[in-house]
């Protein structure tokens, strides 16, 4: 019987990583449009990620 489960990409399905990373991309434009400034964008896009890594490595050992 053929095992019918998503692949998955470190542990996370790709749907999901993708989801993840639109939402960080749709933040880091906001940021960008409503800020009108380099640094904060990316400050705030570095920081996000961050945060984003950990919290798919906190999900990843439940």
């Known amino acids: 019987m053929p095992d019918h489960q998503p692949t998955r990409i470190t542990g996370f399905e790709p749907g999901t990583a993708a ?28 920081l996000l990620f961050i945060g984003l890594v950990l919290v798919l490595h906190i999900l990843r050992k439940t």
């Open 19 to 46: 989801l993840a990373l639109l939402a960080w991309l749709a933040f880091a434009i906001g940021v960008a449009v409503l800020s009108h400034s380099i640094v904060i964008t990316c400050v705030a896009s570095a």
